[in-house]
């Protein structure tokens, strides 16, 4: 039973260039969370898609966006990239009635921008 | 805004030593979550905690849930090498959304 994949699991952007990043819930969930985790510190949520939605977004910029697909799979996109969006990127998967039990998370996408 | 407050935020000692890490709120949390993190990889759920005064075991492993559902208690005895990494606690508020702790990096000396 696969777990949540990312893709890709590095990436190296230039300051101002758009960049695009995938999730694959594990098998059975159907509600996606984005977070961004700086090194040694906690992850800060982004968004959450259910049924194709945004449902919950954090204090993010607008230029952080998202998509969610009708099997479950979702996109982070990040227009306009600064220095200081370099980090990992990581998204969580969980049964959207089974919130309160826990979230499986990917592995992550390292991002740097120079 | 629900704060997570956890600490210590950086531990470090000898094999076989037992320890502590805490989380404190003041707002009640409908979960509280633990996850372990190493580095270069997501958090993995350790446990969850659903209602107030809970404990539960995972081998060297207690956590407990406060009685009022705002705090949590991670004690790890006997500790071991492969114990090292970032721990982290998340508690779940009532929109659902989960509100981190900063972690603690707990390195364990052979």
């Known amino acids: 039973d696969a777990g949540v994949t990312q893709s890709p699991t590095h990436l190296i952007k230039t300051r101002g260039q758009q960049v695009t990043l995938r999730c694959s819930p594990k098998?059975?969930?159907?509600?996606v969370s984005w977070y961004q985790q700086a090194l040694g510190q906690g992850p800060q949520f982004i968004f959450q898609y259910y049924e194709e939605e945004e449902r919950q977004r954090g204090n993010f910029p607008d230029r952080f966006s998202g998509h969610q697909f009708p099997n479950y799979s979702s996109e982070l996109n990040v227009n306009a990239l600064l220095l200081g969006d370099s980090a990992l990127y990581l998204c969580a998967s969980s049964s959207h009635d089974r919130v309160l039990l826990g979230y499986t998370f990917g592995s992550g996408t390292r991002l740097t921008v120079v | 805004t629900q704060l997570l407050e956890q600490s210590p935020q950086f531990l470090s000692i000898q094999e076989g030593e037992n320890l502590t890490v805490y989380c404190n709120s003041s707002?009640?949390?409908?979960?509280l979550q633990w996850y372990r993190q190493e580095p270069g990889e997501g958090p993995v759920l350790l446990v969850t905690?659903?209602?107030g005064g809970e404990v539960k075991k995972l081998k060297r492993l207690t956590f407990q849930f406060g009685d009022a559902r705002k705090d949590s208690s991670l004690h790890i005895t006997a500790a071991q090498p492969g114990d090292t990494g970032l721990y982290l606690c998340?508690?779940?508020?009532?929109?659902?959304?989960?509100?981190w702790g900063a972690g603690t990096k707990l390195i364990i000396k052979p």
């Open positions: 998340a508690g779940t508020d009532s929109n659902y959304q989960l509100i």
């Open positions: 905690v659903v209602t």
């Open positions: 707002s009640v949390f409908s979960s």
């Open positions: 098998s059975g969930h159907d509600t």
